[in-house]
């Protein structure tokens, strides 16, 4: 009820209130006149306010009162006792209609629905159904709770950081994660994964097919992809192994191209590989059987650089490849289509959403437009927008994690870019490193960026401001992060240990790379936070076996 209804609402009824008053004077005998007390003049307003309501209640409004009833209560209301009664009367109304909205509103505060969804629109608890819990309420208020610590510790760095453990003979090839589930790549050919959401760090090895007797001859590892059931890695002798993560550590499935396999790709919602290797892409899904077939292959002009497959796309799957100055749309149930052809004009980065492609344009000849990013809708398969005028190369976007109309690249210009999809402009450009960007990331209110040059730094673009940074030797080549965990690799440039004595740990630790977990529900400070042999206990023997000067190597913090 807005101002303007209230204010018509108490004249009226202070109208009928002194209608009522007359009509009860005019049939009542006259008595000799006493002047009431206060407590009997209040008492008298409320009678004749609730006989007013009864009374105005149980007749039309036309024959409530006529003009002269009306007239005389007006000049009756003029009198003292009067204006004491009518003050009283628009007391109650007052008391009346405060009673009437915070019954209503107790009623929606307690509408276990309605907050319900309100759990359900901000993403709190998406997989649960309304008979989940009694108290959708208390459930709301804890997830916002939650949200808001989370949040703060992101911007103070207030958490947990953990090195995930290294192979000791090996160089760290490539990283993956999904979920806060990490699988890594080595030179000696080994595959680990582990599970950073039961902060468990005791990695286990995932086997493949190669003979035993033959120690240290196994390839190195060229890419590892991972998903919630899933684990691909593919290597330098063109050799694909597959795992299924719920079965166990030997692979279900092994495939083999007669070449170096340049590109891999696993989707995020089920099971399907994609991998290229010298002038052909290769699709594999398993069979209602279950057995792994090759569902698709494609024949390509150029060798592939960048390969995506694309997510939600139903019964067939759908990729997309670049190689050099093409970039393939790639369907099971068709033949490879060219999305995009422009001579001399390399793509230097690639990523794909439900329905989109964005990859960078690297501008070369005698007319030069600047380096680019172009926006491809795949059902219609024409370019959407043109994105950005950059001296340096896009080495990095990611399209597919970013909010809704919003987009975030990286540049050799050392500037991370946020994207506007509706009016194809630069929403915000931060100098982020001091070489260029290699990866990113970003959600609703900050970005996370990896540089060349081993940094990696998390900003609040929101109010254009860094929050903090940390730093390793080598670059940064996969970041992934969700509201409470973030997952950071260093993968080294160099696959070869220099120094053959890897007994030393600070020596073989400078070149074999880095992989490190943040944790931010954790109430704990990152920098604070010592590093795995200062949590070990008085007890355990390998924690001395390192080459660190440590006054009490083994003391509990």
Request: net charge negative.
């Amino acid at each position: 009820m807005d101002d303007h209804s209230l204010d018509e609402f108490r004249r009226r009824w202070q109208e009928e209130l002194a209608q009522a008053q007359a009509l009860r004077k005019r049939r009542r005998p006259r008595r000799p006149e006493v002047v009431p007390g206060r407590g009997e003049q209040q008492a008298s307003g409320y009678l004749a306010l609730a006989q007013g309501l009864l009374e105005g209640a149980g007749r039309p409004p036309a024959a409530r009162a006529t003009r002269a009833e009306r007239q005389e209560a007006v000049s009756r209301s003029r009198s003292p006792p009067a204006r004491e009664a009518a003050g009283g009367g628009e007391q109650l109304v007052d008391q009346l209609i405060r009673d009437l909205v915070s019954k209503t509103w107790k009623v929606i505060a307690e509408d276990e629905v309605l907050w319900y969804r309100l759990c359900q629109q901000e993403g709190h608890l998406p997989e649960s159904s309304i008979s989940d819990y009694s108290c959708w309420k208390l459930i709301f208020q804890e997830c916002r709770a939650k949200e808001h610590m989370l949040r703060t510790n992101w911007k103070n760095r207030k958490g947990a950081v953990s090195e995930l453990e290294h192979i000791p003979d090996a160089v760290l090839c490539d990283v993956h994660s999904h979920d806060g589930v990490v699988i890594a790549g080595y030179t000696s050919g080994d595959v680990r994964v582990w599970d950073t959401r039961t902060w468990d760090y005791t990695a286990p090895f995932l086997e493949s097919d190669y003979e035993e007797d033959e120690p240290g001859m196994q390839p190195y590892v060229s890419f590892v992809r991972i998903n919630s059931s899933l684990a691909v890695a593919a290597y330098e002798d063109g050799f694909l192994n597959i795992w299924d993560l719920r079965t166990g550590r030997y692979p279900i499935h092994r495939f083999e191209h007669d070449a170096r396999i340049q590109a891999l790709a696993l989707s995020q919602e089920d099971a399907t590989v994609a991998t290229a290797s010298a002038f052909d892409v290769v699709m594999l899904c398993p069979n209602e059987e279950g057995y792994w077939q090759i569902a698709a292959e494609f024949e390509v002009q150029k060798l592939v650089d960048y390969l995506e497959i694309v997510p939600d796309t139903g019964r067939y799957p759908v990729a997309v490849a670049t190689a050099g100055d093409l970039v393939y749309l790639l369907k099971a149930e068709d033949s490879a289509r060219t999305l995009h052809y422009v001579y001399g004009q390399p793509v230097t980065c690639l990523d794909v959403s439900a329905n989109q492609a964005a990859f960078g344009v690297k501008s070369l000849g005698w007319v030069y437009e600047g380096n680019k990013i172009l926006v491809y809708s795949l059902e219609a398969e024409r370019c959407l927008s043109k994105l950005g005028n950059a001296l340096g190369d896009f080495t990095c976007v990611n399209l597919r994690d970013s909010p809704p109309n919003l987009m975030v690249s990286g540049n050799m210009d050392r500037r991370v870019r946020i994207h506007d999809l509706r009016t194809d402009t630069i929403a915000l450009s931060i100098s982020a490193h001091q070489l260029g960007v290699s990866s990113v990331q970003m959600d609703d209110w900050k970005i996370v960026s990896g540089g060349e040059e081993g940094l990696v730094s998390v900003w609040d673009y929101r109010m254009n401001q860094k929050l903090w940074e940390v730093h390793s030797r080598h670059p940064v080549r996969h970041i992934s992060f969700n509201c409470h965990s973030l997952i950071t690799a260093h993968v080294p440039y160099e696959r070869v240990v220099r120094n053959a004595d890897l007994d030393n740990f600070v020596t073989h630790r400078r070149h074999r790379g880095l992989i490190q977990a943040y944790e931010f529900a954790v109430d704990r400070l990152a920098f604070q936070s010592t590093v795995p042999i200062c949590r070990s206990s008085c007890d355990t023997i390998p924690g001395y076996n390192y080459d660190l000067a440590l006054a009490f190597p083994c003391d509990n913090v």
